[in-house]
């Protein structure tokens, strides 16, 4: 019964990810949703600030720290292992959600684009960028990646090991395309506001501080494999030759 429990816990925490991410769409575009990141904010311009650089240290705290391999060591005793990657979505989940609920937006409009055409090639820009958030995690493994792997190895008695490092497809090209996705996702709007711009640049710069702290964590684990990944393959931005095949495993 427990091993049932702990795959639904992983089950409902990978449909709030997809409901809190449908939220996100919708609050960064300024459609459909209460409170969007233009929405302007009641308070003071310097409390709206404030909150808002609050709001993102909460979201970089909580994904950084839970993410590193010593506090999973730690949190493993308390949180059992085939659910501790769902649980990370789980607190993902709600931080996200707080981000987007208390967002104090400042409606200065930095650009307008009003030529049609523009303002279409930004908004399929935008798309795209929130689409190929679950491509790339297609890529290497969606579900490892949201903890349902774990809980369904767990459920049907089965040993979990971890993936073997791999660099297939787009992570061939650049070794982060999920942070390059996000970014794509903040920047390309036909309208950017003071809000929206405080948010792309914060969330811009926790997911460049992230990737050099991820990297330090995958370096310790895959060693002289992932330095020389490192040497081939750009971090954000494709190098011109790299000698990199697409697809490639590197295993312990």
């Known amino acids: 019964m427990l091993r049932v429990f702990s795959f639904l816990y992983a089950v409902f925490a990978y449909f709030g990810f997809l409901a809190v991410v449908a939220y996100f769409m919708a609050f960064l575009a300024g459609i459909i949703v209460p409170v969007t990141v233009d929405t302007p904010s009641p308070l003071p311009l310097g409390a709206a600030i404030a909150i808002d ?4 240290a909460l979201f970089a705290a909580q994904h950084s720290i839970m993410a590193r391999p010593a506090f999973k060591r730690m949190w493993t005793k308390i949180v059992p292992e085939p659910i501790e990657r769902a649980t990370y979505v789980w607190a993902s989940n709600i931080v996200l959600a707080i981000v987007l609920l208390c967002w104090q937006g400042i409606d200065l409009v930095i650009w307008d684009i009003q030529q049609p ?10 798309v795209i960028g929130f689409l190929m958030v679950p491509v790339v995690s297609l890529m290497i493994n969606h579900f490892d990646l949201f903890g349902l792997r774990q809980a369904w190895l767990h459920l049907m008695q089965k040993e ?14 650049v070794r982060h ?10 920047w390309f709007t036909p309208t950017m506001t003071a809000g929206h711009l405080l948010f792309a640049m914060g969330m811009t710069v926790y997911m460049g501080v992230a990737a050099i702290i991820e990297e330090r964590d995958l370096v310790r ?10 040497r081939t393959v750009g971090m954000f931005v494709p190098r011109l030759s790299s000698g990199n095949t697409p697809n490639e495993s590197i295993t312990m």
């Not at 650089?53 to 993102?56: E, V, W």
């Not at 395309?177 to 903040?186: C, D, E, H, M, N």
């Open 117 to 126: 055409a523009l303002q279409i090639t930004m908004w399929a820009l935008y």
């Open 221 to 230: 684990v895959y060693g002289e494999q992932y330095r020389h990944y490192q």
């Open 177 to 186: 395309p999920l942070y390059v996705a996000w970014a794509a996702a903040f």
């Open 53 to 56: 650089i609050g709001l993102i």
């Open 160 to 173: 979990y090991k971890p993936l073997p490092f791999r660099k297939p497809l787009l992570y061939a090209l």
